[in-house]
T-cell receptor
Framework: DGGITQSPKYLFRKEGQNVTLSCEQN?????MYWYRQDPGQGLRLIYY???????QKGDIAEGYSVSREKKESFPLTVTSAQKNPTAFYLC????????????FGSGTRLTVV | AQTVTQSQPEMSVQEAETVTLSCTYD???????LFWYKQPPSRQMILVIR??????QNATENRFSVNFQKAAKSFSLKISDSQLGDAAMYFC?????????????FGTGTLLAVQP
């Protein structure tokens, strides 16, 4: 079945560490997205990529980095510059037509210890 | 700027009753789509229903229907015959397409509790 796979499901980070969250899709979607979810704030866009080797900052990109070397993969690195990384992270993908909606992964819960 | 507002942080409904979740949005586009997503305790985002702005008829998917008021920029979700499995966070979302900038804009969500 086609879908989006996020790993790991739970991730613990020590202060000062960089960690990378994986997102892989086999839907042949062109666009991929990373969202951060905090209680009471909905989902906020971190980074997105419309095509391979290109990506754009979203609303809260500071302290995060991404790459898009393959169409199927869009990993997110949470760097030590992100001061409050504890959150739930969702990866999504989409493709035309516009009414198709977005497909989401099952998320990664990141906790700073 | 495109925005999505959900003014009800929490709602509660009795099993088998009907509940309506509110959403307002702002856009300068004339043709667009709107979505309602459900996020159960598993945290998997599930597309519940979609509406295309130029269509006069309100979308319906089984027990879920919308009341779309384009002029008022209102997009509410009605859940009929509520079931325990409907308990979840519900997000209203607007897919913004602006050339190189394409993104899904979410409201802050409404947490729905279903009482047996």
């Amino acid at each position: 079945d086609g879908g989006i796979t996020q790993s790991p499901k739970y991730l613990f980070r020590k202060e000062g560490q960089n960690v990378t969250l994986s997102c892989e899709q086999n839907l042949n979607h062109d666009a991929m997205y990373w969202y951060r979810q905090d209680p009471g704030q909905g989902l906020r866009l971190i980074y997105y990529s419309q095509i391979v080797n290109d990506f754009q900052k979203g609303d809260i990109a500071e302290g995060y980095s991404v790459s898009r070397e393959k169409k199927e993969s869009f990993p997110l690195t949470v760097t030590s510059a992100q001061k409050n990384p504890t959150a739930f992270y969702l990866c999504a993908s989409s493709s035309p037509p516009r009414d198709y909606g977005y497909t989401f992964g099952s998320g990664t819960r990141l906790t700073v210890v | 700027a495109q925005t999505v507002t959900q003014s009800q942080p929490e709602m509660s409904v009795q099993e088998a009753e009907t509940v309506t979740l509110s959403c307002t949005y702002d856009t300068s586009e004339s043709d667009y789509y709107l979505f309602w997503y459900k996020q159960p305790p598993s945290r998997q985002m599930i597309l519940v229903i979609r509406q295309e702005a130029y269509k006069q008829q309100n979308a319906t998917e089984n027990r879920f229907s919308v009341n779309f008021q384009k002029a008022a920029k209102s997009f509410s979700l009605k859940i009929s015959d509520s079931q325990l499995g409907d308990a979840a966070m519900y997000f209203c979302a607007y897919p913004y397409y602006g050339g190189a900038t394409n993104k899904l804009i979410f409201g802050t969500g409404t947490l729905l509790a279903v009482q047996p």
